[in-house]
């Protein structure tokens, strides 16, 4: 019995250690994706108020006059491109076309097809650059309303945040691309590779790259939100009531800093993470092309599917968005700008 009993508290006792190593493990894994020891970085102020109501105008004009607007409406989504280009046209921004041909199978031929994202450039001459980008096709028959009419919503949103500022610290460019979704997606046909294909040809200094995908959608739901692994349910929140800031595991630096400037806005709740592109989500959006250029990006998002259970259906419409949410992030995006954007604002490296 002595035995036995010698044998069952060596047992508990390697029990008791295999737990506090594993508590650690998760304590540590925990404090690096949600950096506790960030503060709020100070608040930029600005007269401009964001207005949720021309966002909601936006979004259901290209979810509902502009659907389908994917790569085979290619009439539909001409329409949206060029209906973007003249909003970034009605501020004091330099405005600039990108096309880019595209083979494509058309009534069973290949046929090469034009497409093009458009930029609007503040701050022109301004030292190192911030480029924050938004992709404006939708996935097939799709409205795309949160996927991603939201993101560019927000791009326009802060043209006109962008246009009342009267003093910049650097140039910030605003990119909508074309061609984000299937079936070019992580391929050098994505709208968003071209761009920093471009920047990256004519040795741009970019401080950061700041990418809107989906940021439309938040629930108070229980449980409404999901992650790739069960290792995240113990780290994050289960209700999807948050904005997300992604970037890549050694770029824990520029994710730090656009938390931090997130976190300025009341009534937003903000989560990040520095996690390999191999983990399904991580690498999902126009970001992806920065990061193969050795850029610094980021992507900010409602996180998608693991939230929106009608993304990619016919159900992602415009009433189902919060323009309110919406708003915060936009601000938070323009106080993240005006943040960066500092003289001593310490440059994050590759």
Same mark, same amino acid.
């Given at each position: 019995? /002595? ?10 006792? !390697? ?54 607007? !994917? ?55 301004? $030292? ?78 970019? /401080? ?7 940021? $439309? ?15 995240? /349910? ?24 656009? /938390?931090? !400037? ?57 009433d189902r968005l919060n323009y309110e949410q919406m708003a915060l992030v936009v601000q938070a995006t323009f106080n993240t700008l005006m943040n960066l954007s500092k003289p001593n604002s310490e440059e994050p490296k590759k």
């Amino acid at each position: 019995m /002595k035995f036995i009993k010698k044998i069952l508290i060596r047992l508990g006792k !390697s029990i008791i250690s295999i737990v506090f190593v594993l508590a650690i493990c998760l304590a540590s894994i925990w404090a690096f994706l949600h950096k506790p020891w960030l503060k709020a970085e100070a608040k930029h102020e600005t007269q401009v108020q964001v207005d949720p109501e021309r966002m909601k105008e936006i979004v259901k004009l290209f979810s509902e006059r502009f659907h389908p607007r !994917s790569y085979r409406d290619h009439v539909a989504l001409l329409a949206t491109g060029k209906t973007i280009q003249k909003r970034f046209e009605s501020t004091q921004g330099k405005v600039e076309v990108q096309k880019f041909s595209v083979s494509i199978e058309e009534k069973s031929k290949t046929v090469s097809k034009e497409y093009f994202n458009v930029s609007c450039l503040f701050g022109e001459g301004k $030292g190192s650059r911030i480029i924050v980008g938004a992709h404006y096709d939708s996935h097939d028959m799709t409205p795309g309303a949160d996927d991603n009419a939201s993101g560019v919503a927000g791009l326009l949103e802060l043209a006109y945040l962008l246009d009342a500022e009267k003093e910049l610290n650097c140039e910030i460019e605003l990119v909508a691309y074309s061609l984000e979704e299937p079936p070019f997606f992580a391929t050098g046909d994505m709208g968003s590779a071209h761009h920093a294909q471009k920047i990256s040809d004519e040795k741009i200094d970019v /401080k950061a790259v700041l990418i809107l995908e989906m940021i $439309g959608y938040f629930t108070e739901e229980a449980n409404s939100q999901d992650y790739p692994t069960p290792l995240f /349910k113990l780290l994050y929140p289960s209700v999807g009531n948050f904005i997300a800031i992604v970037g890549k595991l050694d770029q824990g630096k520029i994710t730090g800093q656009v /938390k931090q !400037s997130f976190m300025t806005v009341e009534n937003l709740k903000v989560q990040s993470i520095n996690a390999p592109a191999q983990i399904p989500g991580i690498d999902f959006s126009d970001h992806r092309n920065y990061w193969a250029k050795g850029y610094q990006a980021v992507m900010i998002t409602d996180t998608a599917f693991y939230r929106n259970k009608e993304y990619h259906t016919a159900n992602d419409t415009w009433d189902r968005l919060n323009y309110e949410q919406m708003a915060l992030v936009v601000q938070a995006t323009f106080n993240t700008l005006m943040n960066l954007s500092k003289p001593n604002s310490e440059e994050p490296k590759k």
